[in-house]
């Protein structure tokens, strides 16, 4: 999975459901990286599913009935912790935990990334690699005193979407694209200033590289100060 946007898993915030009292904390059963060659990162980011809030379907939730009184059906309790009808409309929400709600939230923030590039920046149709380099840029890391930034553990962190699409000023967010064929250099056609050190710098490079378990494209990614240091 060189080229998918690969994600771990960390808790939640709601300290009366289990596993779920410190989002800076990846969750015990969150796939952890590398890869077989080359000590690629993986996962890329990390997003929330423990003490996920839910629907439960029409059909899932009439499929039991007993003495008339819609009852969950076995095979759809085992992850259930809670059952509330907050709406009042005699159908329950749930919570829940499971890599599937952190897969689906990933591929959502995914998705609203790559619907700013085309709604906001006018992209028709946005490349893959860099719809995933503005969603990492913007993360945020995890406990620092637990994990290494970048690591196998957070990847690039948990996103923050603020960060990637509107950063509070004088931060901005700055992209380019661009192919070539075999090797080669390439310099991008913006240039950023940098005023203060409480704006930091943080560049991403993402790429797609060609099927295989090794990397074929192995890119490096160089920023030269203006005093020609590296």
């Keep these: 999975a060189k080229n998918g946007l690969s994600v771990g898993k960390n808790e939640n915030y709601r300290s009366s459901q289990y596993d779920a009292d410190d989002p800076d904390i ?7 990286g590398g890869t077989s060659s080359n000590g690629r990162i993986k996962p890329d980011l990390v997003t929330t599913a423990t003490a996920l809030i839910s629907t439960f379907s029409r059909g899932e939730w009439d499929y039991n009935v ?23 409309d005699g159908f329950p929400d749930y919570r829940y935990m499971g890599t599937s709600g952190s897969a689906s939230m990933a591929a959502g923030l995914y998705l609203m990334t790559r619907e700013y590039l085309r709604e906001i920046e006018g992209i028709a149709n946005p490349p893959s690699e860099l719809t995933k ?25 948990r996103p923050n979407m603020k960060n990637s699409l509107f950063p509070d000023a004088p931060t901005t967010v700055q992209y380019d694209t661009n192919t070539f064929a075999t090797t080669g250099s390439w310099t991008p056609a913006f240039t950023t200033n940098i005023v203060s050190g409480d704006v930091p710098l943080k560049v991403s490079l993402v790429w797609k590289d060609i099927t295989g378990v090794a990397l074929a494209r192995d890119l490096d990614l160089r920023i030269t100060a203006p005093s020609g240091d590296i």
């Design 133 to 157: 380099a503005m969603l990492i840029n913007g993360n945020d890391k995890m406990s620092e005193e637990l994990y290494v930034y970048p690591g196998y553990d957070q990847g690039w962190g």
């Design 66 to 88: 007993v003495n008339g009184i819609p009852v969950p059906h076995p095979d759809y309790i085992m992850d259930v912790d809670e059952y509330t009808a907050p709406l009042g």
């Design 26 to 32: 990846i969750s015990d059963f969150s796939g952890r």
